[in-house]
């Protein structure tokens, strides 16, 4: 029949415009459950998955309550407990970063030595993608990911350029924004810490262990008639000595034997020159006394 799908479409409309009638003139309309109140007309909406159709949230008095792993700017940790920023200018987020929005400046002593934390520490929103690479490569959970989105500034730059002291939160507000990570990491690190306590138990254990045995071999040793390492030490050294003085013994009389050898020689090389010479004079007098009686 023609305008039966109309009048159907109608129905619907007029259906859910009494259902949402109703819905407002109840004390606390469906779109308020589980809400929470702040007072000056303001509330937190948290919508239930199973709250069917759409509402109108009457920003900024009304604000939907976001989810956990719900991200915008990342956010550096103040570790309270240690009293220090977990932070250690490392750069990993810098480099990982694909809008390369933040760069760091690593602090130096009075000597100029580089320490292990950031003098400078920038993030440019106006760029940021809340990618959060940052916070997945950290290996010190140093850098998390903010609920904080009412960012809007009149000026770009410098206002949306972060400085370290406008990123640096507690770390009780990071566990309250994160309560589900955080309660994970903690558990991590409590497990982390006990492991590398159980190690280093171990290896006192072991150190003692070895001390003991070596304190114990020594008495050993004397217990069987044995020289101790010190006085087996002492009798090799005494031994080399011995072994060196003979060795320089021979030297010394080798040499000698070869000086008197090379004196004899000498001795006789010297009396046949001699002789040599007496024996051409004695021909040359021969000489001159023919020729003078001729």
């Known amino acids: 029949m023609f305008g039966t799908g109309l009048l159907k479409g109608l129905g619907v409309t007029l259906k859910h415009t009494l259902e949402t009638f109703s819905d407002d003139r109840s004390k606390v309309p469906d779109r308020y459950r589980d809400s929470i109140e702040l007072g000056n007309n303001r509330r937190i909406i948290n919508q239930p998955i199973d709250q069917e159709g759409l509402l109108t949230i009457q920003y900024p008095e009304e604000k939907r309550q976001l989810p956990e792993h719900f991200r915008y700017i990342p956010m550096l940790i103040w570790d309270t407990d240690k009293n220090e920023d977990r932070c250690t200018a490392c750069g990993i987020c810098a480099k990982v970063c694909p809008p390369q929005c933040i760069w760091i400046v690593r602090d130096s002593d009075a000597n100029g030595k580089p320490v292990t934390r950031p003098a400078e520490f920038y993030i440019d929103a106006a760029v940021c993608m809340s990618c959060s690479f940052c916070v997945e490569f950290c290996p010190f959970d140093a850098i998390k990911m903010n609920h904080d989105y ?88 005494q031994e080399r000595a011995a072994a060196k003085a003979a060795a320089n013994s021979d030297t010394d009389s080798g040499t000698s034997v070869a000086a008197a050898s090379s004196g004899d020689a000498d001795a006789d090389a010297k009396k046949a020159r001699m002789e040599e010479l007496k024996r051409i004079a004695q021909e040359r007098a021969r000489q001159r006394k023919a020729e003078a009686g001729e």
């Open 150 to 237: 009412e960012l809007a500034v009149f000026d770009r730059y410098p206002q949306l350029v972060y400085d370290m002291e406008e990123l640096t939160v507690p770390l009780e507000y990071y566990a309250a924004l994160w309560p589900t990570q955080y309660g994970e990491e903690q558990e991590k690190r409590r497990k982390d810490e006990e492991e590398k306590k159980a190690q280093e138990e171990a290896k006192a254990r072991a150190a003692e262990a070895k001390a003991a045995a070596a304190a114990a071999a020594p008495a050993a040793s004397s217990g069987e008639g044995k020289l101790s390492k010190a006085e087996e030490l002492k009798r090799k050294a």
